[in-house]
């Protein structure tokens, strides 16, 4: 039986069919199927180009039509499974790099003790020289952390390296001493000077404060933060080495020997701005923010040119750690903010509370309480501030030391700043940011203010009043 065929040409292809092949299952969207009973015939290029019709047979040897099907299967299959493993893949790893991320980051904020013990642990035979420094080098290193303004631990030291400095902790190296131990003036080999804090054995509170300190003070630095260089652990002994501060503590120079004597007006100005700017960095620029909860004068230390920094972090906390909640009362009598001392609330501005007696103390060079007066006159903040209220009773209160080099109308805007910071009310009290705007145009340019001033002292004038270090000796009151 003859079967009669017909050409069709879609898109550029012609196919042999059947004549009584449905028209419908050759249109232009769907290509027909080619049956094993008909052959199946490609013409190249454009078959209504070609004059003589001529079509190009399919070679014999092409692969048959359900091999073809099942390969292209098979290569989907492969296709599917690529794009499934492949985000897989990527998954896992995403998740390695953050669990590892993680983990460093957690090892790398323990505590120095921590880090150590986890060293020793790894290596046991790794020894105290490889995890420690000499002081010479570590100083070298402080001044690269101050340009770059890099945080990280402070550098274990040996005790023996300590114990040679300070000539087996001789009594004639005490340069200071206060509730939890000794302060030890260190000279290393390479005639290097440190001050080194011994603290008290067995103390648990002695242990949180140093814990706390070396946990704090080894991330931050800053210009008016005395620098701690290095920390120590022998036994049941815990030392602390700072960098050492020539003319002692604030209160020695206020209420030593000295009486104030090397203090002029614009000296105590810097001071104040100085220790203002400390506390500064301590609320403004550290996150979170630090609250020292022990700023007074004897914290406050004064180097060779009266450049001051404060000290003794071993009470202070975060803001985030007090908020909402009463906070052990930990502090000294005079300074303590009224909130804090009534109602265990620690916040900023109990600092500025204890900024503000600091600047009265410059300005009037009394102790904050002073026993040894009647008692209408021991506290220097209820005593002072009527006065300090009424402009022609404030110039009878000054130390008498500073009366002639001081300017009466800055007298004036310095007992305003004094006035605000101990208000009784917290939300009254300015901060501490506020109070260094208000301090830099009362403090001269050479000394880090912005006052330009003829008579102002210069940094060769001001190390004229340098104080001997065998005499100066730095007190940290319990």
């Known amino acids: 039986m003859c079967v009669s065929t017909k050409f069709e040409i879609v898109k550029g292809r012609t196919f042999l069919v059947p004549a009584s092949a449905p028209v419908s299952l050759l249109t232009p969207h769907q290509?027909?199927?080619?049956?094993?009973?008909?052959?199946?015939?490609?013409?190249k290029g454009n078959a209504e180009s070609r004059p003589d019709n001529s079509i190009e047979t399919m070679p014999e040897n092409s692969p048959a039509p359900a091999a073809m099907v099942k390969e292209s299967r098979h290569i989907n299959k492969e296709i599917l499974m690529a794009i499934i493993l492949v985000p897989v893949v990527i998954g896992l790893i995403m998740i390695f790099s953050i669990c590892t991320w993680l983990y460093r980051r957690v090892h790398s904020s323990a505590s120095p003790s921590q880090a150590k013990t986890v060293r020793r642990n790894a290596d046991p035979d790794i020894s105290d020289v490889y995890l420690s420094m000499t002081l010479g080098p570590l100083m070298n290193r402080l001044n690269s952390l101050r340009v770059s303004k890099k945080k990280g631990f402070a550098t274990s030291i040996e005790y023996s390296i300590l114990q040679t400095a300070t000539n087996s902790f001789s009594s004639d190296n005490i340069i200071g001493d206060g509730g939890f131990g000794c302060v030890y003036k260190a000279r290393f080999d390479d005639d290097s000077f440190a001050a080194v804090k011994k603290l008290d054995e067995g103390g648990k509170q002695a242990e949180h404060e140093f814990q706390n300190e070396v946990d704090l003070m080894s991330k931050i630095r800053h210009p008016n933060l005395v620098s701690l260089l290095g920390f120590c652990t022998h036994e049941k002994t815990r030392l602390l080495v700072y960098e050492l501060m020539q003319n002692g503590s604030l209160e020695d120079q206020l209420h030593g020997p000295l009486r104030g004597s090397a203090l002029t007006w614009y000296l105590r100005m810097k001071i104040a701005l100085d220790s203002a700017r400390g506390l500064e960095h301590l609320h403004e620029h550290c996150h979170p923010s630090v609250i020292h909860r022990d700023f007074k004068s004897s914290n406050i230390l004064l180097d060779a040119s009266f450049n001051a920094k404060l000290s003794d972090f071993g009470l202070a906390v975060t803001a985030a750690g007090c908020a909402g909640i009463n906070v052990e009362l930990l502090g000294t009598?005079?300074?303590?903010?009224?909130e804090y001392l009534l109602e265990g609330k620690l916040t900023e501005k109990s600092d500025v509370y204890a900024f503000g007696i600091v600047l009265l103390e410059l300005i009037i060079g009394r102790?904050?309480?002073?026993k040894s007066l009647p008692t209408e006159f021991q506290s220097l903040v209820s005593w002072a501030m009527p006065q300090l209220k009424d402009r022609t009773k404030l110039p009878s209160i000054v130390d008498p030391t500073i009366k002639d080099t001081m300017n009466l109308k800055h007298l004036y805007q310095v007992a305003a700043i004094a006035v605000l910071c101990v208000q009784p009310e917290p939300s009254y009290r300015p901060l501490i940011a506020d109070v260094v705007h208000s301090l830099i145009p009362l403090v001269p340019v050479e000394l880090g203010g912005t006052l330009r001033v003829a008579d102002a002292p210069s940094i060769v004038e001001m190390k004229s009043f340098e104080t001997s270090n065998s005499t100066t000796k730095i007190v940290m009151n319990p």
């Open 367 to 370: 102790k904050p309480i002073d």
């Open 31 to 43: 290509s027909p199927v080619p049956s094993s009973s008909s052959p199946v015939f490609q013409a």
């Open 333 to 338: 009598l005079g300074y303590v903010a009224p």
